[in-house]
């Protein structure tokens, strides 16, 4: 899979044969051949496809390269599942391994003590047999600080939240990189964010061009980016469903005609955990009920615009208690709604909310079923419809 362009703003070895696509990384961290003796280094090696080229996100990773020229600097690169942040944090590194002699090391986040542990038994400020949290936390502050002159790029992949961060982080000025991806862009407003979203349609194209190894028809790539929103993950599927089956552009834009859904479903890329509707439905899970009505809700309306205003109004004229609770009180609502932009579901602008046109698909499909067919949330979806219309 590729990444690509978009306007960006500043706000604030050989690890077995896999490939990185989209956010999730699984690998086994061994000698990266080619590497310096002395480099440690577990990260994952670029992709294996044919051509190896890099397709998209160009622009966003000089932006990258520039704000991480500088010592000590720590930098977030966010949004939503499925958007290849994990892409770039490694396309980023392969790139700029010169820059950092002692050591690039790869951690996931969710779970950064076992991946720390390994760093510094290999600097030998751990014996294998500590596995004591507190231990390795302290030992990683005393290696922050013998190291702090730099040359040494450590990667936080899919953080949750700051504060479970915050003990595997360098608290002291230290000149070596921090670079953190996460779903969560309001956990980490201290640091240095660039927010990634979809594909332009130019990237998107390029993308599925380039995974497929199609490259002479231009249009009906076009038009599979577009029917997929121009996402990344859902673009590597289709390009790993055509190979796969040995189907053309055209034939693909028939299934896509015959049942998008379950095309989601299909031609996962090899060696990633999730397609985009499982990744999706990770951060769908973490919703309470009231943030699973309003998303639905937001699924069942045109995805741009969505007048939050009138998303409360409506709940607030039914007479069913769940949904009135959660617009009476303006701290409950705004909590509820703070749930869907916190996760990177919605994207809140002034007093309008805006949804991705491919997970509105995956919501209905997820949740339709249990909170969408109710004649209160029928009745809610018929007014909104007639007032945005």
């Given at each position: 899979?590729?990444?690509?362009?978009?306007?960006?703003?500043?706000?604030?070895?050989?690890?077995?044969?896999?490939?990185?696509?989209?956010?999730?990384?699984?690998?086994?961290?061994s000698p990266v051949p080619g590497d310096e003796p002395h480099r440690v280094v577990n990260l994952p090696p670029r992709y294996k496809i044919k051509p190896r080229d890099?397709?998209?996100?160009?622009?966003?990773?000089?932006?990258?390269?520039?704000?991480?020229?500088?010592?000590?600097?720590?930098?977030?690169?966010?949004?939503?599942?499925?958007?290849?942040?994990?892409?770039?944090?490694?396309?980023?590194?392969?790139?700029?391994?010169?820059?950092?002699?002692?050591?690039?090391?790869?951690?996931?986040?969710?779970?950064?003590?076992?991946?720390?542990?390994?760093?510094?038994?290999?600097?030998?400020?751990?014996?294998?047999?500590?596995?004591?949290?507190?231990?390795?936390?302290?030992?990683?502050?005393?290696?922050?600080?013998?190291?702090?002159?730099?040359?040494?790029?450590?990667?936080?992949?899919?953080?949750?939240?700051?504060?479970?961060?915050?003990?595997?982080?360098?608290?002291?000025?230290?000149?070596?990189?921090?670079?953190?991806?996460?779903?969560?862009?309001?956990?980490?407003?201290?640091?240095?964010?660039?927010?990634?979203?979809?594909?332009?349609?130019?990237?998107?194209?390029?993308?599925?061009?380039?995974?497929?190894?199609?490259?002479?028809?231009?249009?009906?790539?076009?038009?599979?980016?577009?029917?997929?929103?121009?996402?990344?993950?859902?673009?590597?599927?289709?390009?790993?469903?055509?190979?796969?089956?040995?189907?053309?552009?055209?034939?693909?834009i028939e299934l896509l005609k015959e049942d998008k859904r379950r095309l989601l479903e299909k031609g996962k890329p090899k060696d990633h955990p999730d397609g985009v509707?499982?990744?999706?439905?990770?951060?769908?899970?973490?919703?309470?009920?009231?943030?699973?009505?309003?998303?639905?809700?937001?699924?069942?309306?045109?995805?741009?615009?969505?007048?939050?205003?009138?998303?409360?109004?409506?709940?607030?004229?039914?007479?069913?208690?769940?949904?009135?609770?959660?617009?009476?009180?303006?701290?409950?609502?705004?909590?509820?709604?703070?749930?869907?932009?916190?996760?990177?579901?919605?994207?809140?602008?002034?007093?309008?909310?805006?949804?991705?046109?491919?997970?509105?698909?995956?919501?209905?499909?997820?949740?339709?079923?249990?909170?969408?067919?109710?004649?209160?949330?029928?009745?809610?979806?018929?007014?909104?419809?007639?007032?945005?219309?």
């Open positions: 899979m590729r990444g690509s362009v978009q306007k960006v703003t500043m706000k604030g070895k050989n690890a077995s044969s896999i490939q990185l696509i989209g956010d999730k990384v699984s690998y086994s961290p890099f397709a998209g996100r160009h622009e966003i990773l000089k932006v990258i390269e520039s704000a991480l020229m500088e010592d000590g600097s720590q930098l977030v690169v966010c949004g939503m599942g499925a958007m290849g942040k994990s892409r770039l944090a490694c396309e980023y590194a392969h790139r700029n391994k010169k820059m950092y002699p002692l050591a690039i090391w790869w951690i996931n986040a969710e779970s950064p003590h076992k991946a720390c542990r390994e760093l510094l038994i290999r600097f030998g400020e751990l014996t294998k047999d500590d596995d004591d949290i507190e231990n390795v936390q302290r030992a990683l502050k005393s290696w922050y600080d013998k190291n702090e002159k730099g040359g040494w790029l450590l990667i936080f992949d899919n953080a949750d939240s700051y504060n479970a961060l915050f003990p595997y982080l360098p608290h002291n000025l230290v000149e070596g990189r921090i670079f953190i991806t996460t779903c969560k862009q309001h956990e980490f407003s201290n640091i240095n964010t660039i927010p990634i979203a979809e594909f332009s349609i130019e990237e998107a194209t390029e993308c599925l061009m380039v995974s497929s190894g199609i490259r002479c028809d231009d249009a009906s790539a076009r038009e599979i980016a577009a029917q997929l929103e121009r996402v990344p993950l859902a673009l590597a599927q289709a390009a790993s469903y055509i190979v796969e089956n040995d189907c053309t552009f055209a034939e693909y509707a499982a990744t999706w439905r990770i951060s769908l899970d973490k919703l309470s009920d009231a943030a699973i009505n309003l998303i639905l809700l937001c699924a069942q309306l045109p995805p741009n615009d969505i007048p939050v205003q009138l998303l409360r109004n409506a709940f607030l004229e039914q007479n069913e208690p769940e949904l009135r609770v959660v617009s009476e009180n303006t701290f409950v609502w705004n909590d509820v709604v703070a749930e869907l932009t916190k996760l990177s579901l919605v994207e809140k602008r002034q007093d309008k909310l805006f949804m991705n046109r491919l997970l509105q698909d995956v919501v209905k499909e997820s949740f339709v079923e249990a909170y969408g067919s109710s004649t209160a949330m029928s009745s809610i979806v018929k007014q909104l419809r007639s007032s945005m219309a």
